[in-house]
């Protein structure tokens, strides 16, 4: 079976509902799917799309929660060649109405939770013509809104006509988390898209036939996506949560008979803080997919858990282009190595190869095209395609700067050392942020930490803030942490402002999304210096 002849991974779902129609494939909150009753969902909202005007290359905007219509309406857009534009669930007011126009989709598909939020931005949205909307909602819908279960009833069960088989076709428009600024529509191609889910199943999630799979995090994001699809390359299954409970993640997991999980760190962190149970060894989990394992806690979990931790790289943007271990087990702190899709070089700042050992800027080219994304989406314009309104994301040479630092360790493993964006000049300096959150965690009240660059007293250079949640029930006193952390770190890297707050802002991925910490400034901020109070002003 083959994923990237340009028929894309309509393809493969036809294939494997005809070799294991009856076998259950999805598990979701709100209904349980066999492969045959994926398909057939998909051929109906497909076909009640095209009713709508749809077709090839149009793109469908979802705002869902993790649920049947979330993935009907992205294999739907697979049988019909449109192109599926998750949009993320937590967005509202502008940062919402600013992703959907820039897509510029004239349809989307809304759970109805989450459609009072659309509807207050809809008129800042002037080519959304239809929304479809899943669940009951008590708020008045105008004329131009329609219910998911009629869309799904006009449809027809049989298969849309066969796509033509076209490598660069558009397939999804991914944006990215904006951990570091505005989200940038990623635009994937039906080749880059099936590629990815080949591999996905292939290297990172290698189910064997019939076993299962877990996944609590946003199908909006592409590691639940990747998970889903891997499930469906090899034979698999796959639950998929409404989100993350501590309290009840290794009940789920046993009742989904799950051989596997994908994370992001703070899960892990979040697990390794339960108390030991006498059962926590009685799990069927033999691996745990991700990024950003934390060090500090991967051979405990591994050893209390019985699993293996498989920690990645990839970016929204890089698709199947990840690194990947070389063996297990995988020595806490990599990200292994480089796939055999792409090459790779690590940086310094003027763009020259840096040494083992030291920290560099990740770049990377691919060995063919289309197995990463075509480039970022500019806004709509009248009559505007995805594929006509694009930007190279390539320099002259053919490489893609990640923007993620790492380093090469001697073993030809790498480890990541955060985002060039995370990166803080000072006194001349580049200072890794994760080395002062890092120290930062060391104090029994913190809990979280970020640590960002922001500009003051109209110098050039900046000054470091460090950002603090305290424990449940803790608190923590900025002048005792400060001096903690001139104990642990050398004087240019100890913070001069601390700010403790209630919250972190993350992405529906836990990752916190720093640019927002840096506009915030330090009005809200202890000031190391003498003189300073807690939210004063500079002078």
């Known amino acids: 079976m083959t994923a990237d002849d340009g028929t894309g991974v309509r393809a493969v779902l036809e294939r494997q509902a005809a070799r294991l129609g009856p076998r259950p494939f999805l598990a979701l909150p709100d209904a349980t799917l066999t492969y045959a009753e994926t398909d057939e969902l998909a051929n109906r909202v497909a076909d009640g799309l095209a009713l709508s005007g749809l077709g090839p290359g149009d793109i469908v905007m979802a705002r869902c929660t993790n649920s049947v219509p979330m993935v009907a309406t992205w294999f739907a857009c697979m049988k019909l060649g449109a192109v599926f534009m998750p949009v993320n669930s937590l967005l509202s007011g502008e940062p919402l109405r600013r992703v959907m126009a820039h897509a510029g989709g004239t349809t989307a598909v809304c759970s109805a939770e989450l459609y009072p939020a659309l509807a207050e931005v809809r008129a800042g949205l002037p080519r959304l013509r239809q929304v479809v909307v899943a669940g009951a909602t008590s708020q008045d819908q105008p004329p131009d809104t329609l219910r998911w279960d009629a869309l799904v009833e006009r449809g027809s069960p049989a298969p849309p006509p066969p796509l033509a088989p076209d490598p660069a076709a558009p397939a999804k428009l991914m944006y ?42 946003p199908l909006a994001h592409a590691t639940c996506q990747g998970t889903t699809l891997a499930a469906l390359w090899r034979g698999g299954r796959i639950t998929v949560e409404a989100g993350f409970n501590p309290y009840g993640f290794w009940r789920r997991l046993r009742e989904a008979e799950a051989g596997m999980f994908t994370f992001v760190g703070t899960i892990l962190s979040v697990l390794a803080r339960r108390p030991r149970q006498d059962d926590d060894l009685d799990n069927p989990v033999r691996r745990a997919l991700g990024s950003g394992a934390p060090r500090e806690v991967w051979a405990e979990l591994e050893e209390r858990f019985g699993l293996r931790i498989v920690d990645v790289w990839g970016q929204t943007e890089t698709a199947s282009c990840w690194t990947l271990p070389s063996r297990l087990p995988q020595r806490p702190g990599t990200i292994g190595r480089p796939s055999e899709r792409f090459e790779a070089r690590i940086v310094d700042e003027d763009g020259v190869d840096v040494a083992d050992g030291m920290r560099g800027e990740l770049w990377i080219r691919p060995r063919r095209p289309h ?3 075509e480039g970022y989406l500019v806004e709509a314009g009248p009559g505007a395609t995805p594929t006509g309104r694009v930007v190279p994301p390539w320099d002259d040479e053919g490489w893609y700067h990640s923007g993620d630092l790492v380093v090469q360790e001697t073993d030809g493993e790498l480890a990541f050392a955060g985002r060039r964006r995370d990166a803080i000049r000072r006194r001349g300096e580049m200072i890794a942020a994760g080395d002062i959150e890092e120290a930062a965690l060391t104090h029994p009240e913190v ?18 803030k460090l950002c603090v949640v305290a424990r449940p029930g803790a608190r923590v006193d900025p002048p005792a942490l400060h001096e903690l952390l001139r104990r642990l770190l050398p004087k240019f890297m100890v913070p001069r402002y601390i700010e403790v707050r209630d919250s972190l802002p993350k992405t529906p991925t836990t990752r916190v999304q720093k640019y927002l910490l840096r506009e915030e400034a330090v009005a809200a901020a202890w000031d190391a210096r003498p003189g300073r109070r807690l939210g004063a002003p500079a002078d």
């Not at 940038?184 to 990172?204: F, N, V």
């Not at 809990?447 to 470091?464: C, N, P, R, T």
Request: proline share 3%; with cysteine.
């Open 176 to 217: 990215t988390s904006g951990t570091t600024g505005t989200p940038k529509g990623a635009l994937w191609s039906r080749t880059c898209e099936a590629t990815w889910a080949r591999s996905y199943g292939d290297e990172l999630v290698p189910l064997a036939e019939g076993e299962a799979a877990f996944c609590c995090l």
């Open 371 to 373: 197995v990463m994304f």
């Open 447 to 464: 809990f979280e930490a970020a640590a960002v660059g922001v500009a003051v007293d109209g110098g050039a250079d900046e000054e470091i």
